[in-house]
Nanobody, 123 residues
Framework: QVQLVESGGGLVQAGGSLRLSCAASGLTLSSYTMGWFRQAPGKEREFVAALSASGRDTDHQGSVKGRFTISRDSAKNTVYLQMNSLKPEDTAVYYC????????????????WGQGTQVTVSS
């Protein structure tokens, strides 16, 4: 049974930082592409970042590139999203997702999802 559990969300001021965690069970990170997505009210779910199964490649959406960083700790089977220089437009529910690995990163086709964690950035 694959389970993804996000944590680390909260309320921060613009310019602040948060570190989201995704604890994975029932899968090994070396076999899955891991991703972060977000969804604000009234908007479509949006790709944020992905990390390849090898751990050697990352992909970050343009609006977060340079501010957010996806990483993992394989020993803990945990994926992270470090978010710096947060903006009010980053406010959303953030979801961790997993996709059975291919050789290349993907922004779609994720079939395992966490419950989400709320990130609110105040101005």
């Amino acid at each position: 049974q694959v389970q993804l559990v996000e944590s680390g969300g909260g309320l921060v001021q613009a310019g602040g930082s948060l570190r989201l965690s995704c604890a994975a069970s029932g899968l090994t990170l070396s076999s899955y592409t891991m991703g972060w997505f977000r969804q604000a009210p009234g908007k479509e779910r949006e790709f944020v970042a992905a990390l390849s199964a090898s751990g050697r490649d990352t992909d970050h959406q343009g609006s977060v590139k340079g501010r957010f960083t996806i990483s993992r700790d394989s020993a803990k089977n945990t994926v992270y999203l470090q978010m710096n220089s947060l903006k009010p437009e980053d406010t959303a529910v953030y979801y961790c997702a997993a996709r059975y690995g291919s050789a290349f990163l993907s922004r779609s086709g994720y079939n395992y999802w966490g419950q989400g964690t709320q990130v609110t950035v105040s101005s």
